[in-house]
């Protein structure tokens, strides 16, 4: 936990032209969150509490995607550059903030290690500016960090500025967008600032002019994290972003005792917990709140979101599991789909091409193939047959359907809702139930069987 009184000021307002997107650029998700979810969980881990935000390009549309995530919101309007972006957001910042951060929003996987680590030397050194750089074999679109002959930080030169200069091109230093501010420096500089006469813009990184001919040191931290400090601008940079999360994510599971057959083919969100012994083969998405138990088999290709599995539960390939429950020893598909509110008991089994949705499978209960349950409450040892229909719609309301404990469902029936089926009872194969089955009778509703001679068929004549 850093100790001091610290703001972090998040610039989002740009558009993120590269992205070549209708939305902005950190509303793009990596692995199922927007972008800033990450940097603000990071900041709040350590310690880092006071979190404002600012936007400006479709502001309403990011306002309203981070309303709940406890940060406050400085529209910039217009963006006139990252300077005066933090120019804008000055007037939040609390008087009684010491340290005041600046960080992309387009840069949201800097580890709290990183955050710590300039934190750590800008309180040592007293610094005005402790800027975060990193060292790259072509520093393409990045600011160049310009030394002194002391090794000092002298500046951060534009690449775009600086197309003219191979000199200052050929810097590996580059500045990553993090910094570490002394507020009483900052809260005066900032009204010293001018607009770049390149590009129209005001610059953040001309604060260090302003601090160097106030006699105040800019010191600069080389993090050698590149993977996690290199923004996000473009589609490729999104992509490498998810596999780096993704890796993050999935060597956390396999040290903590799950078998992921191949970890680059499963992905596996942020919030998922999952216990030990469970195996998973690729192509799997776990999503959303979802908890798996332990010595679980999830099979290939799956989808599991916002779902709870117990211990014991094989998911067969190619399930779609939504907001559903599988008690411990359950089994499932091969494609199946389960949708929400999809209740399975201890030791249920859905089969082959099974659809469930908000029903409760008590314990036992046998579903093997080719069926749909919608709002069914099916108890505990109840086989239901191939090809049984729960016709729990009419057309304007979805109407229950009740079987009871240890019921036998004859295969292809339609089970017309609102109807009961009572515990112990039969339904022929083949029967339209629209009545209630008393328990322990058998019910068919089909049309009776008759043999008729067969005639002749045809005109074909005799030789
Ligand atoms: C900036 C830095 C550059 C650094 C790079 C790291 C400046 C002048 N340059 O360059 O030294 O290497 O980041 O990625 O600071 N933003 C606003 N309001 C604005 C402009 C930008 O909020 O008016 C936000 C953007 O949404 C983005 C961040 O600031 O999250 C950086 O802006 P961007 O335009 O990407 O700056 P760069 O030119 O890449
Ligand atoms: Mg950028």
């Known amino acids: 936990m850093l100790k001091d009184k610290i703001t972090a000021i998040v610039l989002a307002a740009g558009q993120g032209t590269r992205m070549k997107s209708s939305r902005p650029k950190v509303l793009h998700e990596i692995l199922g969150r927007p972008m800033l979810a990450y940097l603000i969980d990071t900041l709040k881990g350590v310690g880092v509490a006071d979190i404002v935000l600012v936007v400006g390009h479709q502001a309403e549309l990011v306002q309203e995607s981070y309303r709940d995530y406890g940060v406050r919101f400085v529209v910039q309007e217009p963006q006139l550059g990252t300077g005066h972006a933090v120019q804008v957001a000055w007037p939040a910042v609390p008087a009684d903030t010491r340290t005041v951060m600046v960080l992309c929003g387009d840069a949201p996987l800097i580890s709290g290690e990183s955050i710590r680590a300039l934190n750590r030397l800008h309180d040592k050194t007293g610094a005005a500016i402790t800027v975060q750089t990193i060292e790259l074999d072509n520093g393409a679109h990045y600011g160049r960090v310009v030394r002194d002959r002391h090794g000092q930080v002298a500046a951060v030169l534009q690449a775009k500025d600086s197309q003219d200069r191979p000199e200052i091109l ?19 500089a900032l009204g010293k600032i001018l607009k770049s006469p390149v590009t129209g813009e005001i610059y953040l990184t001309d604060l ?84 798996i138990g332990e010595n679980c088999v999830i099979e290939a290709t799956v989808k599991i979101v916002d779902s709870t599995l117990e211990n014991d539960v094989h998911i067969k390939m190619g399930c779609v599991i939504t907001q559903s429950r599988l008690g411990t020893g359950a089994d499932t598909g091969p494609f199946a789909h389960l949708r929400p509110g999809a209740d399975l008991r201890a030791k249920v089994h859905v089969g082959n091409f099974v659809e469930v949705k908000k029903s409760v499978l008590h314990e036992g209960v046998k579903a093997g193939h080719l069926t749909y349950l919608g709002d069914a409450d099916v108890g505990a040892g109840t086989n239901v047959g191939a090809g049984t229909i729960t016709c729990n719609y009419d057309g304007e309301k979805k109407h229950p359907t009740i079987i009871g404990e240890g019921a036998f469902i004859g295969s292809n029936t339609a089970l017309v809702a609102p109807v009961t089926i009572g515990a112990g009872a039969y339904v022929g194969a083949g029967s339209a139930i629209t009545e209630d089955v008393p328990a322990g009778k058998l019910g068919i509703a089909r049309a009776r069987q008759v043999n008729l001679e067969r005639r002749p068929v045809g005109n074909k004549k005799k030789k």
């Open 170 to 188: 050929a810097i590996r230093e580059i500045n990553t967008g993090a910094y570490c501010f002394d507020a009483t420096f900052l809260q005066d």
């Open 208 to 291: 260090i002019k302003v601090a160097r001919e106030q006699g105040r040191g800019v010191e600069a931290l080389v993090d050698t994290d590149r993977e996690n400090l290199l923004g996000i601008n473009s589609r490729a940079e999104l992509a490498m972003a998810t596999q780096t999360v993704k890796r993050a994510i999935n060597a956390r599971h396999l040290d903590q005792g799950v078998t992921l057959i191949d970890p680059e083919a499963t992905y596996i969100e942020s919030g998922v917990a999952i216990g030990r012994d469970t195996v998973i083969y690729p192509n799997v998405y776990l999503q959303g709140d979802t908890v």
